[in-house]
């Protein structure tokens, strides 16, 4: 089965917070990340946060960890048309590989 | 700006023809990397360099090779395509000191017919 789960939609209303949620197989990950995709362009890293943090704040993003259950979420804030695209979750360990899931679309209705 | 640069953007080609694809990067990163995104799934790493040296995943395909002339390019040949290698593929470079953050470039999407 996949190391990494994601659902594969998300529909949200402009100005109201999106929450799209991650779950990992691997307790040996070091590094988990959620990358942005716009249509026709390469993934952009958004934020990361290691193992050993339960939380990250960036402006309108919000990442929590709870690495008992294996689970990582993305809050944004305010969600904003410009943020509709597809959401990738990775992990990795100590080396350079990333295992990404297959991609939440979150679609900003206005 | 420094970035990765992905050419072409788009390449079709025919069942059983050799491609390559090119990419090259300013960032002066000594990491770079090949991934295939299907349509609908997860970038799947095929491959990447530390410098010069190759690393290939166990389960790429033999079909699938890779060059790396110099620090700023990177190519992927796909010796013999068939439908099933059409995708996206995208390159990422990272530095060696931060190798947890990979910079994407724009993709290729293959078509075969």
């Known amino acids: 089965g996949e190391d990494v789960e994601q659902s594969l939609f998300l529909s949200v209303r402009e100005g109201d917070s999106s929450v799209i949620n991650c779950t990992y197989t691997?307790?040996?990950?070091?590094?988990l990340y959620w990358y942005k995709q716009e249509p026709g362009a390469g993934l952009q890293l958004l934020t990361y946060?290691?193992?050993?943090?339960d939380m990250k704040q960036d402006q309108r993003l919000t990442v929590l960890l709870n690495k008992k259950d294996k689970h990582l979420s993305l809050r944004i804030a305010d969600t904003q048309t410009g943020d509709s695209a597809i959401y990738f979750c990775?992990?990795?360990?100590?080396?350079?590989?990333?295992?990404f899931g297959a991609g939440t679309t979150v679609t900003v209705r206005a | 700006d420094a970035m990765v640069i992905q050419n072409p953007r788009y390449q079709v080609t025919q069942f059983g023809k050799p491609v390559t694809l090119s990419c090259s990067q300013t960032?002066?990163?000594?990491?770079m990397y090949w991934y295939q995104q299907k349509s609908s799934q997860a970038p799947k790493l095929l491959f990447h360099?530390?410098?010069?040296?190759?690393?290939n995943e166990a389960d790429t395909p033999d079909n699938f090779q890779s060059r790396r002339p110099n620090t700023s390019f990177c190519f992927l040949d796909i010796r013999s395509p068939g439908l099933g290698d059409a995708a996206m593929y995208l390159c990422?470079?990272?530095?060696?000191?931060?190798?947890?953050?990979?910079?994407f470039g724009p993709g290729t999407r293959l078509t075969v017919l």
């Open positions: 990422a470079t990272s530095s060696q000191r931060a190798y947890n953050e990979q910079f």
């Open positions: 691997d307790s040996s990950s070091t590094y």
């Open positions: 946060i290691f193992s050993n943090m």
């Open positions: 990775a992990e990795s360990m100590n080396d350079y590989k990333l295992s």
């Open positions: 960032l002066n990163h000594n990491v």
């Open positions: 360099y530390y410098d010069k040296d190759f690393n």
